[in-house]
């Protein structure tokens, strides 16, 4: 079972994008889900995590302000808004599922399974 991430593309800084991440085939409303980004040559890194029910939410020093996690349960899908967007966005960003139900995935890769390919954002002028 993999999540799907779309939305991504070109964007120029200081423009808006909102990813979506969808989880066909089981349920999701039990789950953390996880939105990492990796940029080339480098590793997977933290962007944001919301908890099963929405209650919580947590950001990454980097884009905090800036992005905004949500999620439908109803729907199977979890968001990532993302506001003025810089250069320094450039990634393909991830979601990814929390190991367990009802359990904070943390800030860790290793936190999360069921990636899916990504969707690559790219932030230029």
């Known amino acids: 079972v993999q999540l799907q991430a779309s939305g991504g593309g070109l964007a120029q800084p200081g423009d808006s994008l909102r990813l979506s991440c969808a989880a066909p085939g089981f349920t999701l409303d039990e789950y953390a889900i996880g939105w990492f980004r990796q940029a080339p040559g480098k590793e997977r890194e933290f962007v944001s995590q919301?908890?099963?029910?929405?209650?919580?939410?947590q950001y990454a020093d980097s884009v905090n302000g800036r992005f905004t996690v949500s999620r439908d349960n109803d729907a199977k899908l979890v968001y990532l808004q993302m506001e003025s967007l810089k250069p320094e966005d450039t990634a393909v960003y991830f979601c990814g599922r929390a190991l367990n139900p009802y359990t904070y995935g943390g800030e860790a890769a290793g936190g999360y399974n069921s990636w899916g390919q990504g969707t690559q954002v790219t932030v230029s002028s």
């Open positions: 919301i908890t099963w029910s929405g209650r919580f939410k």
